[in-house]
Nanobody
Framework: QLQLVESGGDLVQAGGSLRLSCAASGSIFGLLIVGWFRQAPGKQREYVALLSNEDARTYKDSVKGRFTISRDNTKSTVYLQMNSLKPEDTAVYYC??????????WGQGTQVTVSS
């Protein structure tokens, strides 16, 4: 059964950077579509970035040019490099993965707080 564990969340000042990591269990990581989502207090969970098993990337408009999603299939890990962070990026960030059109499997989340 696929399991995801995020790490890297922290408190950072506006303009700073963080790198989130998500380690996956299982041997099919290279086949997975992986993504990062976030949920701010009082708001719905929203998509941040997706990366297909063929290295196609998409990003939420508000993070384009600041965030980069990447993966290391040898380590079964997906990353989210976040630069030029803004207070509005404050949220719990969740890693997710799925095969093709299957259901998403979610991690437990990691808190990112950006102070102004």
């Amino acid at each position: 059964q696929l399991q995801l564990v995020e790490s890297g969340g922290d408190l950072v000042q506006a303009g700073g950077s963080l790198r989130l990591s998500c380690a996956a269990s299982g041997s099919i990581f290279g086949l997975l579509i992986v993504g990062w989502f976030r949920q701010a207090p009082g708001k719905q969970r929203e998509y941040v970035a997706l990366l297909s098993n063929e290295d196609a990337r998409t990003y939420k408009d508000s993070v384009k040019g600041r965030f980069t999603i990447s993966r290391d299939n040898t380590k079964s890990t997906v990353y989210l490099q976040m630069n030029s962070l803004k207070p509005e990026d404050t949220a719990v960030y969740y890693c997710a993965a799925r095969i093709a059109a299957g259901e998403w499997t979610w991690g437990q989340g990691t808190q990112v707080t950006v102070s102004s």
